[in-house]
């Protein structure tokens, strides 16, 4: 597609469960990065990748929270036993290069229940 | 480190009002600056960017000059609509191969 998409769009889920959220990139956008967004706060980043590396994965909350990305393409970040203070939009963005502008996707509305 | 710091929000205008919302930033070297928007419901999306000093970026009617000396980058529309309202975040980028770093967003309501 021409732009970022994120499945699910929508994701309810128990306390507890582990949940699986993915992004497609633009393609050929090297950089591809996961930010968190709690109602009504600003961007709280997560993770990027450069390739399939990632470099800095300082702002992962804990190591309940994991993200990989395969191909150079698509990405999962996948949250284990999920909390209720989890609940928030999760987006992700790609960018041609680390350093240049980035492309959000819609995002994936997260409720724990 | 680098850093982007905004106006507190929320900001409330009526409508034709004129809206300025400042951007500082903190950076080594000559980052390029950025100001994206958050429409209710929807993903972020670029407004407008500026890669140099003294650069104006603008589009929709939003206007925003790189001012170097005072490492600004303030966001200026002439005449806001309700449908302006949104939230609005500024980014810089930093050198070397490492992500943008955006500020905490302000959040703009335009009432008619």
């Known amino acids: 597609g021409a732009g970022v998409s994120q499945s699910p769009s929508n994701k309810v889920t128990e306390k507890g469960k582990d949940v699986e959220l993915r992004c497609d990139p633009i393609?050929?956008?090297?950089?591809l990065y996961w930010y968190r967004q709690r109602l009504g706060q600003g961007l709280e980043f997560l993770i990027y990748?450069?390739?399939?590396?990632?470099?800095?994965k300082s702002g992962l909350p804990s190591d309940r929270f994991s993200a990989e990305r395969t191909g150079e393409s698509v990405s999962t970040l996948t949250i284990q036993r999920t909390q209720q203070e989890d609940s928030a939009v999760y987006l992700c963005?790609?960018?041609?290069?680390?350093?240049?502008?980035?492309?959000f996707g819609p995002g994936t509305r997260l409720t724990v229940l | 480190g680098d850093s982007v710091t905004q106006m507190e929000g929320p900001v409330t205008l009526s409508e034709e009002a004129f809206l300025t919302i400042n951007c500082t930033y903190t950076?080594?070297?000559?980052?390029?600056l950025f100001w994206y928007v958050q429409y209710p419901g929807e993903g972020l999306q670029l407004l407008l960017k500026?890669?140099?000093?003294?650069d104006k970026g603008s589009n929709k009617g939003f206007e925003a000059t790189y001012r170097k000396e005072t490492t600004s980058f303030h966001l200026e529309k002439g005449s806001v609509q309700v449908s302006d309202s949104a939230v609005y975040f500024c980014?810089?980028?930093?050198?070397?191969?490492?992500?943008?770093?955006f500020g905490k967003g302000t959040r703009l309501s335009v009432i008619a």
């Open positions: 963005a790609s960018s041609l290069r680390t350093n240049n502008e980035q492309f």
């Open positions: 393609s050929g956008h090297t950089a």
């Open positions: 990748f450069q390739g399939n590396s990632a470099p800095d």
């Open positions: 950076a080594t070297g000559y980052p390029s």
């Open positions: 500026a890669t140099k000093a003294d």
């Open positions: 980014a810089l980028s930093r050198p070397g191969n490492t992500p943008l770093v």
